[in-house]
């Protein structure tokens, strides 16, 4: 069956920098969009990245552009998200999904697969 496991979240100061990893697995992805999304305590999911698998086209929330970097690695079947420059406000459970509809790539309910989702934590 369909996985996708998180890894790579933690606590960090301001100003520092997490990398996480989505380890896919149970079909071919080379059709489909990555995403990471996150959601904090008190407040809706949100759409933070994307890129389209085989392409490589990448797309981000205005939020984190210029931070944070998504990129994939074929022969591992695993995405990254780069997180630099953290902020407190980046503090959320960070989820990877998989959606097979790239057009709509920035909507949750459109991605079929989502893995455990990973704690990430930015003190001041």
């Known amino acids: 069956q369909v996985q996708l496991v998180e890894s790579g979240g933690g606590l960090v100061q301001a100003g520092g920098s997490l990398r996480l990893s989505c380890a896919a697995s149970g079909r071919t992805f080379s059709s489909y969009t990555m995403g990471w999304f996150r959601q904090a305590p008190g407040k809706e999911r949100e759409f933070v990245a994307a890129?389209?698998?085989?392409?490589?086209?990448?797309y981000y929330a205005d939020s984190v552009k210029g931070r944070f970097t998504i990129s994939r690695d074929n022969a591992k079947n695993t995405v990254y998200l780069q997180m630099n420059s953290l902020k407190p406000e980046d503090t959320a459970v960070y989820y990877c999904a998989a959606t097979s509809r790239w057009n709509f790539y920035y909507s949750g309910s459109q991605y079929d697969y989502w893995g455990q989702g990973t704690q990430v934590t930015v003190s001041s």
């Open positions: 890129i389209r698998w085989s392409a490589g086209y990448t």
